[in-house]
């Protein structure tokens, strides 16, 4: 499994939640974390495939939780076995302005 992170300017989570799953056909259970700063989208697959979705935001030290992105004020990691190009196309596909940060 290798790990891919894509982040999004837009600091809507619902807007960019919707889009995802429409495209990448999943569906996003939402779970609450300060650790994860608050309200974060979690799925995971029988192909032990995990994707979460949450604001670029550290609530505990009321700074961004990944500090190499600032202009990105949502992630989304994603952990699979795909190739980066099939993630990134679907991604594509959701009409939100992903880019591939990792």
């Not at 837009?10 to 300060?34: G, N, Y």
């Not at 679907?90 to 990792?102: A, M, N, P, Q, T």
């Amino acid at each position: 499994m290798k790990t891919y992170i894509f982040g999004f300017k837009d600091s809507d989570i619902e807007v960019i939640r919707i889009a995802l799953e429409k495209s990448l056909k999943i569906k996003f259970s939402p779970h609450d974390s300060l650790y994860l700063g608050g309200e974060y989208y979690r799925h995971s697959n029988e192909k032990k495939e995990t994707f979460i979705l949450r604001k670029n935001t550290d609530l505990l030290d009321n700074e961004l939780a990944e500090f190499e992105y600032p202009e990105f004020n949502i992630l989304l990691f994603v952990e699979t076995s795909q190739q980066e190009r099939e993630i990134q196309d679907l991604i594509v596909k959701s009409l939100v302005k992903g880019y591939v940060l990792k």
